[in-house]
T-cell receptor, first 117, second 115 residues
């Protein structure tokens, strides 16, 4: 069974440009999460989808970030326009039901590294 | 301000010895704690967890201890193996409102196990 997949693995863009990151969760997982790790810092929660609905977007930094999950399958995270401080690794994770994160069954993808120059 | 702190950015131990990774937290409302392990260029993978109603949870070579009064937890790996070399993240789950997947992570501790 395929795990959580993310694309691209690395993106290098200039300040002011737009980047779209994609996440394909594990098939059948209703919960999808986006996290971000800025260099040397902790992994920070961005938002949580349950199917196509945003359950919690309290971690989104500002309105330059837009996450979507049309149809409740894959998700995209768009950064527009990108700023230097947006550089980091963006992780996507999925889980099967609301209870499982509390048992640790949050499956992470390999991350998309974003470099903004 | 960081709610989950891992004050040691790195730790080096000899193969076969015990590795002890520490984590402190500030919010007494946290009710579940997790450890994740991360290899380079990979996503974090779940290792072990503990509920706030317990003080110890063991899984093979891995044991997590929780001291609620001190707001401190630790991960013990014994015996340590070279394959354990990775970055270990401590995470907490708040039980107040919000998403159950809203984990709060520490900055991580890089463990190196020398053969």
């Amino acid at each position: 069974e395929a795990g959580v997949t993310q694309f691209p693995s690395h993106s290098v863009i200039e300040k002011g440009q737009t980047v779209t990151l994609r996440c394909d969760p594990i098939s059948g997982h209703d919960n999808l999460y986006w996290y971000r790790r800025v260099m040397g810092k902790e992994i920070k929660f961005l938002l949580h989808f349950v199917k196509e609905s945003k359950q919690d977007e309290s971690g989104m930094p500002n309105n330059r970030f837009l996450a979507e999950r049309t149809g409740g399958t894959y998700s995209t995270l768009k950064v527009q326009p990108a700023e230097l401080e947006d550089s980091g690794v963006y992780f996507c994770a999925s889980s099967q039901d609301m209870g499982t994160p509390l048992t640790g069954e949050l499956f992470f993808g390999e991350g998309s590294r974003l470099t903004v120059l | 301000d960081q709610q989950v702190k891992q004050n040691s950015p790195s730790l080096s131990v000899q193969e076969g010895r015990i590795s002890i990774l520490n984590c402190d937290y500030t919010n007494s409302m946290f009710d579940y704690f997790l450890w994740y392990k991360k290899y380079p260029a990979e996503g974090p993978t779940f290792l072990i967890s503990i509920s706030s109603i317990k003080d110890k949870n063991e899984d093979g070579r891995f044991t997590v201890f929780l001291n609620k009064s001190a707001k401190h937890l630790s991960l013990h790996i014994v015996p340590s193996q070279p394959g354990d070399s990775a970055v270990y993240f401590c995470a907490a789950s708040p039980n107040y409102g919000g998403s159950q997947g809203n984990l709060i992570f520490g900055k991580g501790t890089k463990l190196s196990v020398k053969p």
